[in-house]
């Protein structure tokens, strides 16, 4: 099994979510998140008993892949509700307060999970 420190050094040299390599604290990158470390070992046990480099390279195509799901998407939904939330805003009315509100919540629940990938 791998541990805390195999999981960090794959994730480091296979460049997961490399938008989050600026931040200074562990604790925002996603690859610190205990359901990374449990996707990478559970990849990690599929591959059998292929060669080492035939595993490194299977983890690097999963955890781009995990990168692109977990990471990316999440900047395509914050713009998705940025745009919701400027055309709320420029109709809100006591009808459409509630609207406006879950947009806004939308965007502020993306912009959070954003700030911890």
Avoid at 29 to 50: D, N
Avoid at 83 to 108: C, T
Wanted: hydrophobic letters at 30%; charged letters at 25%; aromatic letters at 10%.
């Amino acid at each position: 099994m791998l541990n805390d420190n195999d999981i960090r050094t794959l994730s480091i040299a296979l460049g997961v979510c490399p938008e989050s390599s600026t931040n200074n604290s562990e604790q925002e990158l996603p690859l610190w998140k205990p359901e990374f470390k449990q996707f990478v070992e559970q990849r990690w046990i599929a591959y059998g008993s292929s060669s080492i480099t035939q595993e490194l390279d299977q983890c690097a195509q999963d955890i781009h892949q995990w990168s692109q799901d977990n990471c990316q998407q999440t900047g395509k939904e914050i713009e998705k509700y940025r745009k919701k939330l400027d055309q709320a805003r420029a109709q809100v009315s006591s009808a459409s307060i509630n609207y406006f509100n879950d947009v806004r919540n939308k965007v502020n629940i993306f912009l959070v999970k954003d700030d911890m990938f």
